[in-house]
């Protein structure tokens, strides 16, 4: 099974988060389950960021927001660094 490990930015931001966009909340918990059971899944519509964030990867949880994190699949775990809307990761 998949470990999913949060860093202390992401905490802080998913604490934001949670607070602004109560109505995401069932959504949130949906995504996380689906990315801890299946990552590849489709609706996640994993991929590969550019620029300055290359070397991470995002998932969406809708068409506005996405959950930035470093894809390790070799070890068994996921680290969720950001959560935030999509503009906030394209350069």
Not at 53 to 60: D, F, L, N, R, V
Not at 78 to 91: A, K, P, R, V
């Amino acid at each position: 099974m998949i470990k999913l490990i949060t860093t202390k930015r992401y905490d802080k931001s998913l604490a934001k988060f949670k607070k602004k966009h109560p109505q995401l909340r069932d959504k949130y918990k949906k995504t996380i389950t689906l990315l801890v059971k299946y990552p590849h899944h489709p609706s996640l519509r994993l991929h590969k960021l550019k620029g300055t964030y290359s070397e991470y990867y995002s998932i969406s949880l809708n068409m506005k927001y996405r959950i930035m994190l470093d894809f390790i699949i070799e070890n068994d775990k996921i680290i969720l660094i950001d959560i935030g809307g999509h503009e906030l990761y394209e350069f």
